[in-house]
């Protein structure tokens, strides 16, 4: 019977199989970098319909960030302002102005403001807002420094192993109830001694922070 293929062809479909997995396996692992990357977009300023200024509002004037996310406290979501939060002062403060022209036609036409998502996590990632805060997360854990921010940017990545940081260790983080919104708070040299009596205080179950089915539900 005669031979069509040269001696060496099973050596090459040997090898020629062992490169088609790595190079599939290298492959996969780049476009997973490349999606985690593209898709951060940390440090990104997000323009808004309306110029509202951070820095001004929760910077200069103190404006509590649960003044304006009024469910930060009691739900999952934080919520943004509706346009009544923004007319209880605007109604009386720069009326008329160019600034304000989004501001004031969605409270003539009672249609919504559709503000820009800074902070998009995955749908298969859930998050609870209420719970963090009551247990001493501040705001600029996540959010940064909102307070010093013109147009606010996403300032951390959000990724799983930076959440696991905390979860693993939350007493490196957590902070008295009454600082949560305090964007200027800092760490005091005590931090581990206060996280600690803190994690026993609002009763902070360790072993369930690094349970899968906290955020993976």
């Given at each position: 019977m005669p031979q069509y293929f040269p001696p060496n062809s099973n050596a090459f479909a040997k090898w020629s199989i062992y490169g088609g997995m790595v190079f599939f396996i290298v492959l996969i692992t780049v476009l997973a970098i490349f999606a985690r990357v593209s898709n951060n977009k940390v440090g990104v300023a997000i323009e808004q319909p309306v110029a509202f200024a951070h820095n001004l509002h929760a910077g200069q004037l103190g404006i509590s960030c649960a003044y304006c996310h009024?469910?930060?406290?009691?739900?999952?979501?934080?919520g943004v302002p509706p346009t009544e939060t923004c007319m209880a002062c605007h109604s009386q403060i720069r009326v008329g102005?160019?600034?304000?022209?989004?501001?004031?036609?969605?409270?003539?036409?009672?249609?919504?403001?559709?503000?820009?998502?800074?902070?998009?996590?995955?749908?298969?990632?859930?998050?609870?807002?209420?719970?963090?805060?009551?247990?001493?997360?501040?705001?600029?854990?996540?959010?940064?420094?909102?307070?010093?921010?013109?147009?606010?940017?996403?300032?951390?990545?959000?990724?799983?192993?930076?959440?696991?940081?905390?979860?693993?260790?939350?007493?490196?983080?957590?902070?008295?109830?009454?600082?949560?919104?305090?964007?200027?708070?800092?760490?005091?040299?005590?931090?581990?001694?206060?996280?600690?009596?803190?994690?026993?205080?609002?009763h902070?179950?360790?072993?369930?922070?690094i349970s899968c089915s906290v955020c993976h539900r």
């Open positions: 009024a469910s930060v406290e009691t739900s999952a979501v934080a102005t160019e600034q304000l022209a989004a501001v004031q036609k969605s409270w003539d036409t009672n249609i919504p403001i559709e503000w820009n998502k800074v902070t998009d996590l995955a749908d298969f990632v859930y998050f609870n807002h209420a719970i963090h805060v009551n247990k001493g997360v501040g705001c600029a854990e996540c959010h940064g420094r909102v307070d010093q921010m013109e147009v606010v940017f996403k300032a951390e990545p959000l990724t799983m192993g930076w959440c696991l940081e905390c979860h693993r260790a939350p007493e490196k983080f957590l902070r008295p109830r009454e600082e949560v919104f305090n964007m200027a708070y800092e760490k005091p040299a005590n931090q581990l001694e206060l996280g600690q009596n803190l994690v026993e205080e609002y902070i179950n360790l072993d369930k922070l």
